[in-house]
């Protein structure tokens, strides 16, 4: 009963889905909207799953006074300060916001910016020239990028007009192909879990 | 002067239900159905299917963890940041079972980070099953199975965090991943971790390509049930989801000409009804 009845379930919500994206009374009864907005209200409400589950890892660091538990203590803190925050004053409140832009906002981009730093170890490990296929990347990222600056246009006309055709062409070939593979590889999953033949996500293997 | 709008003609269904702009769709779908579920009934029957390729990412999986059992460090897994509703994380918790079910046999710790609280819930399920199935539930943690945030780096920030403290010997990210794969993939290098890694958004996987030891591309994720199991429906299903892609495959050479030989393409216009 634990794994058939949220089987049952899925198999019900997606022919619920299809009748409402195929059919014309579906179509015309926006059934799909009224689905979509019943996933976005479920999803709001399992953020308390979230934040429980953090509460507590956190809160036994602090009670076994773990190494580092004043991160903990920060972290909780900060968690259900800004929740109790945006509950009573709402998101649009200035101080909420003020807390998410001097905050929330710059961490992030400090995040993201690290990947420039990453993209050049991992480009360093990736060109070195050890076999043929190494080569072939290396060369090909050579042009591209030379192709992508005001200098490789300098050095010879011809080099942005390669990397046009690396990226237009052959790159794009090859995303393509794997993009066709993932959308009837994507199907053909669902219809496993449609059919009960996927079942991880009920527990247990499959 | 008056002008007098004509009413737009009010839609009408095709074939009696079908709404229009979406039949040539709704028969693909079909046909692909059809395809996988013929091939399903034929594993079932036992009649002769065509195996599935090696897959040496997933050959790679029990070696990872070997690994991180003989370095007596744990395991990490990420679902990335795809939600419930997207299939590659689906993939993922066929990986996630069956990794769990490894890391319950070798007495190894298995951290899992996630995005999504709904993701989280389900991957807390699996892998407490998986360690019941191994015949160990008391080696199951509930802590190490972890919602960091809701938000992209926030969540890469806390993963990185992870790998500075505890240092996993094994990295493993399978579902659907953005910016943060590079983060993941290059702190995992950092570690020393072995990692597998494999995404169906295609603008990441040329990160994990560099940067991991195995990466599966794309549609390979989906194939992680049926090959670990060698279960004959699961690989027929998987036989089907080939066929399907041949017959893409197809369509577009046919299309490629009659585009450049007809004027108009017949086969645009059929998807297009």
């Known amino acids: 009963m634990k794994k058939q009845l949220p089987f049952l379930l899925t198999l019900a919500v997606a022919l619920f889905i299809m009748f409402g994206n195929y059919t014309f009374i579906g179509q015309k009864l926006q059934i799909t909207g009224s689905i979509d907005r019943y996933f976005q209200v479920s999803q709001a409400a399992a953020f308390m799953v979230g934040a429980i589950n953090l509460t507590r890892i956190h809160s036994t660091n602090i009670l076994r006074r773990r190494s580092g538990y004043y991160n903990s203590v920060v972290l909780l803190l900060c968690l259900w300060a800004f929740f109790l925050l945006g509950l009573i004053k709402g998101n649009a409140d200035k101080t909420y916001r003020w807390v998410y832009n001097a905050t929330v906002v710059p961490m992030e981009s400090t995040m993201f910016s690290l990947i420039a730093f990453y993209i050049a170890s991992a480009a360093y490990r990736a060109f070195r020239a050890k076999s043929f296929e190494a080569v072939v990347l290396l060369l090909t990222a050579f042009v591209v990028m030379l192709g992508n600056v005001p200098l490789g246009d300098v050095i010879w006309r011809g080099i942005p007009v390669i990397k046009d055709w690396i990226m237009g062409v052959p790159n794009s070939a090859g995303m393509r192909g794997i993009a066709i593979g993932t959308y009837i590889g994507s199907f053909a999953t669902s219809l496993r879990i449609l059919l009960g033949l996927e079942r991880a996500h009920l527990g247990g293997g499959s | ?273």
């Open chain 2, 1 to 273: 002067m008056e002008f007098i709008a004509a009413a737009a003609a009010p839609k009408q269904p095709v074939l009696g239900f079908l709404a229009p702009g979406v039949v040539g769709q709704f028969f693909t779908i079909m046909l692909l159905l059809l395809l996988v579920y013929v091939m399903i009934q034929r594993a079932k029957a036992g009649l002769r299917i065509p195996a599935i390729r090696k897959i040496p990412g997933l050959d790679a999986v029990p070696e990872a963890v070997g690994r991180a059992t003989e370095m007596g460090r744990p395991v990490h897994f990420s679902p990335g940041l795809g939600s419930v509703s997207n299939p590659a994380t689906f993939a993922a918790w066929a990986f996630l079972a069956y990794i769990a079910k490894i890391c319950a046999q070798y007495d190894t710790r298995l951290i899992n980070t996630n995005r999504d609280y709904l993701v989280h819930a389900i991957n807390e399920e699996i892998i407490k099953q998986a360690y019941l199935e191994a015949g160990k539930p008391e080696a199951y943690n509930p802590d190490d199975i972890r919602w960091l945030s809701d938000s992209q780096f926030a969540y890469a920030t806390g993963v990185l965090g992870i790998f500075q403290r505890e240092r996993p010997a094994a990295n493993i990210m399978i579902g659907y991943f953005y910016a943060e794969s590079l983060l993941f993939a290059e702190a995992g290098h950092l570690s020393g971790a072995i990692q597998v890694a494999g995404t169906t958004n295609t603008t990441q996987l040329p990160f994990f390509i560099v940067s991991c030891d195995y990466t599966l591309l794309g549609e390979e994720i989906y194939a992680a049930s049926a090959y670990v199991s060698q279960e004959p429906v699961l690989v027929g299903s998987v036989v089907g989801q080939d066929i399907g892609k041949i017959l893409v495959f197809i369509a577009i050479i046919l299309g490629t000409i009659f585009e450049n030989t007809m004027k108009t393409n017949p086969l645009t216009a059929l998807l297009r009804k």
